[in-house]
């Protein structure tokens, strides 16, 4: 397996490779393609001049020949042929070959009547020729050949590509410095961040990643550091989770223990206090079960363990959740009012939305006064269903109304436990109400009390129907 820092190295010396060999190929093909094209045009319309002025002669000969190449001063050429029709040469600026047949293949082509030219850019130089045929009044009366031997451009295109091919190792060179060490420097962020989550992973919530930069691995550190104090969060509250259940089931289990082992210990008890001490153990036994069965409520939720929604009609399940209610509003003298909208359905449990308003139903009624009211009211516009439950009972102070809903936290300690109170009631309510998408917020009542109002999305008819 390569390494980050071989496959982005790979990568960058690669691309630069790419941009070098297209650097040092391009300007050179195009240049060297300028120079053909020049030469073509160039040749081609030195030979049709020569060509046009020696049709005019009526027998050409090689005197004849050198006057009009003097008059048009073609003197760049490294050599320059004329034949005759029948392929004899008449001028060769190359001795020895005059009266004979040529030995040019081009030459032979040109007598049929065609122009060929030929350029190539071969040991540093440009050779190029073209060879042209010659006319009178529509008859073919011999061929021109002109030769080009040219170094001087070649070598101007060569110390062109000396000079690109130095600068481009000088780039490339530098420009594959610069990536090492970008990438280096990179790569040792990476690995920076990959040892904080070693140690986040080890159990120190409380780490934190450096961040420098304002890049994508500084966004990722910035992600990761959001993602440990959420850790660190969870794990707090695992913690104190666990602290507080433990208190919650020592302090009854205390008790039955020390009921328990005065009855055995007192072996004359007096059997009316017998039964007051076994009283008081099944009320502590209540309440051991009453806690377990809140946290059972609770592990449920954290794994969203919830049965399928379904439509609920909120009206109904007000009226099933406070009907058991209502002889413990007698005992405490509050009165319980009720104000319920026709039609007002939600998709939920019918088990759940019972617990909810039976929970804060029954908070309402035992932190309430003597003669204090309940009520609950239960509206609905185009997009929610709210139910608000307000009493005017003891209230809840401002700075205590951000925590009501952590487990196990209770705004006054002495009287919750009076009251039977494990501080999970609201809790489960709460994780309740968002696992089944709604919302529920506390608020001060007027003149006292407090107001809890539940949203939830208003069912659809579809959804009603489905």
Do not use: W
Not at 194 to 222: F, K, W
Not at 413 to 442: C, N, P
């Amino acid at each position: 397996m390569h390494s980050i820092r071989f496959q982005f190295i790979s990568f960058i010396t690669g691309l630069l490779l790419i941009l070098l060999i297209l650097l040092n190929t391009y300007p050179i093909t195009s240049s060297r393609d300028a120079v053909f094209e020049e030469k073509r045009s160039s040749l081609d319309g030195q030979a049709a001049t020569l060509a046009a002025s020696l049709s005019g002669l009526e027998r050409p000969s090689r005197e004849s020949v050198a006057e009009v190449l003097r008059f048009l001063d073609l003197s760049g050429f490294s050599r320059i042929v004329v034949t005759d029709a029948d392929g004899l040469v008449i001028y060769d600026t190359q001795p020895g070959t005059v009266g004979k047949q040529t030995d040019l293949e081009d030459v032979k082509l040109a007598l049929t009547g065609k122009t060929v030219f030929r350029s190539a850019f071969r040991d540093a130089a440009f050779s190029s020729s073209v060879v042209t045929p010659m006319s009178n009044q529509g008859f073919l009366t011999g061929a021109v050949y002109l030769y080009e031997y040219d170094a001087e451009r070649a070598q101007i295109i060569l110390g062109f590509q000396h000079r690109i091919r130095a600068a481009s190792l000088t780039i490339g060179g530098a420009a594959l410095a610069v990536a090492m060490v970008f990438v280096i420097m990179m790569v040792r962020r990476l690995r920076e961040l990959t040892e904080s989550m070693r140690v986040v992973a080890g159990g120190d919530y409380a780490y934190r990643h450096e961040i420098r930069g304002r890049d994508e691995i500084s966004e990722l550190g910035q992600e990761f550091n959001l993602l440990t104090e959420r850790l660190q969060t969870n794990e707090e509250q695992r913690r104190r989770f666990v602290s507080d259940a433990s208190h919650e089931l020592k302090t009854p289990l205390a008790s039955i223990r020390l009921l328990s082992d005065s009855i055995m210990l007192n072996q004359d008890m007096d059997p009316r206090m017998a039964k007051e001490f076994m009283g008081d153990i099944s009320h502590e036994v209540q309440r051991l079960q009453r806690t377990t069965e809140k946290l059972l409520d609770l592990s449920r939720l954290d794994d969203r363990a919830l049965p399928p929604a379904e439509p609920v009609d909120v009206k109904k399940a007000v009226l099933e959740a406070i009907g058991p209610l209502k002889p413990l509003a007698e005992e405490k003298g509050v009165t319980i009012e009720t104000e319920l909208q026709e039609g007002c359905v939600v998709m939920a449990g019918s088990e759940d939305l019972f617990h909810i308003i039976f929970n804060l139903a029954e908070n309402a009624i035992k932190y309430n006064v003597p003669q204090g009211s309940v009520k609950l009211t239960l509206s609905q516009d185009s997009e929610q269903v709210r139910l608000t439950v307000s009493d005017t009972g003891i209230g809840i102070p401002e700075e205590d109304r951000p925590h009501v809903f952590s487990r196990f936290y209770r705004v006054d300690k002495a009287r919750s436990r009076e009251a039977g109170g494990s501080g999970l009631g609201l809790s489960i309510v709460h994780d309740t109400v968002q696992a089944r998408g709604g919302t529920i917020t506390v608020s001060q009542n007027t003149p006292r009390g407090s107001v809890f109002t539940v949203s939830f999305p208003r069912t659809k008819a579809e959804e009603t129907e489905a």
